[in-house]
């Protein structure tokens, strides 16, 4: 079992409709590939945890590096795990408020900054990775503080 997480910008922005039609098809292509893990979306800034077999693992990375939606990829870690942080696949995103509430295969980026939250996953180095990814993002809710 292997663990990859990156960030990158968008090369264009995401309205709630496209993040939803990307939602579906990481679920679906990461499932054929026995992967989980959570991808996030704000400001135009794409983080992603990506947890599984190491061969496939490099097969989405290749992909991801060509892909044009992504620019200014950065690999944060890369490795051995013992076990996922994430049992199921998850898609955060933070929006303007007049948007859509979260559906049940997505999760508002605050959630994920509530103390008591499950999606930060369990691993230390993920949460580090997270908060580190969330600290350069401008528009949180006070509760990123917690």
């Not at 892909?67 to 696949?89: C, K, N, T, V, Y």
Request: aromatic content about 8%.
């Amino acid at each position: 079992m292997h663990r990859v997480i990156y960030s990158s910008r968008a090369t264009r922005y995401f309205t709630a409709q496209g993040i939803e039609a990307l939602n579906y098809v990481c679920r679906r292509n990461n499932a054929a590939l026995g992967l989980t893990g959570l991808l996030l979306y704000h400001e135009g800034r794409f983080f992603q945890v990506l947890e599984g077999d190491d061969a496939a693992l490099l097969q989405v990375m290749q992909a991801i590096t060509k892909d044009e939606r992504h620019m200014d990829l950065r690999l944060a870690e890369h490795g051995p795990i013992e076990a996922r942080s994430f049992q199921g696949w998850r898609m955060g995103y933070a929006l303007p408020e007049d948007q859509p509430k979260p559906t049940p295969t997505t999760l508002a980026l605050q959630d994920l900054l509530r103390p008591d939250s499950q999606e930060r996953g369990r691993d230390p180095e993920v949460r580090n990775h997270l908060r580190a990814f969330l600290a350069t993002l401008r528009q949180l809710p006070s509760a990123a503080a917690g």
